[in-house]
């Protein structure tokens, strides 16, 4: 699909994201739609709903409907519901949690049944890619449960941000058969904050630490 110059095309995407509890559906979300990330977890209830407009090519507006849907729905009454209308389904699963990824058999299953006159486009996503060191799911066994299912193949960290944007952006340039130009780099262009500590302008002197003083240090995020 080319750009015709002068004309602008607008379009709405549904977005599901499926998968076990605390595989960090909700967190990937929020990186994707608010650039946030939040160290505590939080149970998804039912679904949660976002909306983010991104720009494809200059010619090419789409406005994503993100639908997080929580982790414990899986067989329940609503599930359906929730499905229903999907043009893009992302089976997430957290890379240091086996028993995630071998739920996505049954998650894949269910949501397929779900949509069996209108398949959407399904999309693998590996989350805490940060965590590698504590990977519990081999990268080539991930890779075979997508091609023998036909999806896309990702690795997110939602903490970093690593690779989110990238996701989206790709998966929805898939479904509407747009090739994205090489230098567009949005997913993985990381932000780096070192942490510069400010401290009093006093002569150096010997000080005994203290977990009990209750004194506070401010810190500084400095953006390079």
Request: proline share 3%; aromatic share 8%.
């Amino acid at each position: 699909m080319s750009d015709s110059e002068g004309e602008a095309y607008e379009k709405q995407v549904k977005i599901v994201l499926v998968g076990d509890g605390s595989s960090g559906k909700t967190s990937i979300t929020e990186r994707f739609s608010k650039d946030a990330f939040n160290r505590d977890y939080n149970q998804t209830l039912g679904i949660d709903y976002y909306l983010k407009r991104i720009n494809l090519t200059r010619s090419y507006n789409v406005t994503l409907a993100v639908n997080d849907v929580g982790g414990q729905t899986l067989g329940g009454a609503m599930l359906d519901k929730y499905i229903f209308g999907a043009d893009i389904v992302l089976l997430v699963y957290d890379i240091t949690n086996l028993q995630s990824f071998e739920n996505l058999e049954d998650w894949y299953l269910t949501v397929t049944k779900y949509c069996a006159g209108r398949k959407p486009l399904f999309a693998l996503v590996g989350n805490k890619s940060d965590l590698e060191h504590l990977r519990a799911v081999k990268a080539d066994r991930h890779q075979r449960f997508a091609k023998d299912r036909d999806m896309l193949s990702y690795f997110v960290s939602a903490k970093t941000g690593e690779s989110v944007e990238n996701l989206f952006r790709q998966v929805t340039a898939h479904l509407m058969h747009i090739v994205l130009p090489k230098h567009d780099s949005d997913g993985s262009r990381i932000i780096t904050a070192p942490i510069i500590r400010q401290e009093p302008n006093i002569p150096a002197t010997p000080v005994k630490s203290s977990s009990s003083t209750g004194t506070t240090r401010t810190s500084i995020c400095s953006l390079q």
